[in-house]
């Protein structure tokens, strides 16, 4: 069996960045449940040539509004004109970005690896326990773990299986994540947005 090449495998993000001032940024979009939203919010990446690393879209906590959370490599003042750019899509509620450090996050990944490999090597399911994943199929042809954490953990976990050369498949799920406010922005948002209207409302008539 063929080990999976590192070198298609997406590295581990860091902060520190990379040449040029760059940093990984998580950018959440706010969003109406409409058709078409994706591609005007991806739109803006690729006009300013910037790599999305990771993209996962799902319905948000607010009745028909869908949060889209992106991240990517650029500078602090890219990721600034970037968030302007977004919200200025019709359909866009709200858009924020964050650093690491700023919210909590994981991801979670699927990792296919041939059964008879690991029979004959302890070192395999050695290798699961320690970092805590969870074998979720197991065939004679096959076993399916499973490992939720954040990218590190799961690219080290990727990185001790591959090594081994009893990896069939391998799959990561984009980042998901939670601020670290007790309240969801976009509640204050619109609540503001609720606010201002009704100041612009005229008053009743007698």
Avoid: W
């Amino acid at each position: 069996m063929n080990k999976i090449p590192s070198s298609q495998i997406h590295s581990t993000p860091s902060l520190i960045g990379r040449a040029g001032g760059e940093s990984l940024y998580t950018i959440l979009v706010f969003s109406e449940n409409l058709a078409g939203i994706l591609n005007q919010v991806t739109a803006v990446f690729t006009r300013r040539q910037i790599n999305i690393e990771s993209l996962n879209v799902c319905a948000s906590s607010t009745p028909g509004v869908h949060k889209y959370t992106i991240t990517c490599y650029c500078t602090e003042e890219m990721v600034k004109v970037l968030k302007a750019q977004i919200e200025k899509r019709i359909d866009v509620l709200q858009a924020r970005f964050y650093t690491d450090d700023e919210i909590f996050l994981q991801e979670t990944s699927l990792l296919k690896i041939s059964t008879p490999a690991a029979m004959e090597n302890p070192e395999v399911c050695r290798i699961v326990r320690h970092h805590g994943a969870r074998i979720v199929e197991v065939n004679p042809t096959y076993m399916a773990v499973e490992k939720t954490g954040t990218t590190e953990d799961i690219l080290s976990l990727f990185n001790a299986l591959n090594s081994l050369d009893v990896v069939h498949q391998f799959a990561r799920s984009g980042r998901i994540c939670i601020t670290r406010g007790t309240r969801e922005e976009l509640d204050e948002y619109l609540e503001e947005r609720e606010r201002e209207k009704e100041k612009t409302l005229p008053p009743p008539s007698l």
